[in-house]
């Protein structure tokens, strides 16, 4: 891990380091750095949004829009990677982070293709297994997207 940060109490994970905590594979890991970590309580991360994203086929063609539930999912994904790099790599490997719920999601601005969007989630509230968190997106600094968002940690399937 790049520990550039350490003294502050923030850490960057490239791409490589977050392939190893998460789960998700292309076409559905949609983090490609974190910026910021802040132990248990706050996590930045970045989605470099491409032309080439499958989803802008369909969605809109000539008119290409990032669908809201790919950001919250982005969200989603920055949060896992804050609790399940807390784990061992052998613990890890059977643990996931499911989506368990969203509230308060709220859709500001749309994301283009040439988007750098940055996402900052903090830890509202912590269980043993489940954590709420508060996500907003920001392109350019504007606020594209919030939410408030469930996740629950359970058995990865074999």
Do not use: W
Request: proline share 6%; aromatic share 6%.
């Amino acid at each position: 891990m790049n520990r550039a940060n350490e003294g502050q109490g923030l850490t960057m994970l490239s791409i490589q380091e977050i392939i190893k905590i998460l789960p998700h594979r292309y076409p559905m890991l949609l983090v490609d750095r974190i910026l910021e970590i802040e132990d248990g309580a706050r996590i930045v991360g970045l989605k470099n949004v491409s032309a080439n994203e499958p989803f802008f086929q369909g969605h809109f063609p000539g008119a290409p829009v990032m669908p809201g539930v790919l950001i919250i999912e982005a969200m989603a994904q920055c949060g896992a990677v804050l609790f399940l790099r807390e784990l061992e790599p052998e613990k890890r490997a059977t643990k996931i982070f499911y989506f368990a719920g969203i509230n308060k999601a709220k859709f500001r601005k749309p994301v283009v293709p040439g988007d750098q969007m940055t996402m900052e989630l903090t830890v509202l509230q912590r269980r043993a297994s489940s954590a709420r968190l508060r996500g907003v997106a920001r392109v350019d600094g504007s606020v594209v997207a919030e939410a408030e968002i469930l996740s629950a940690m359970g058995d990865r399937p074999e």
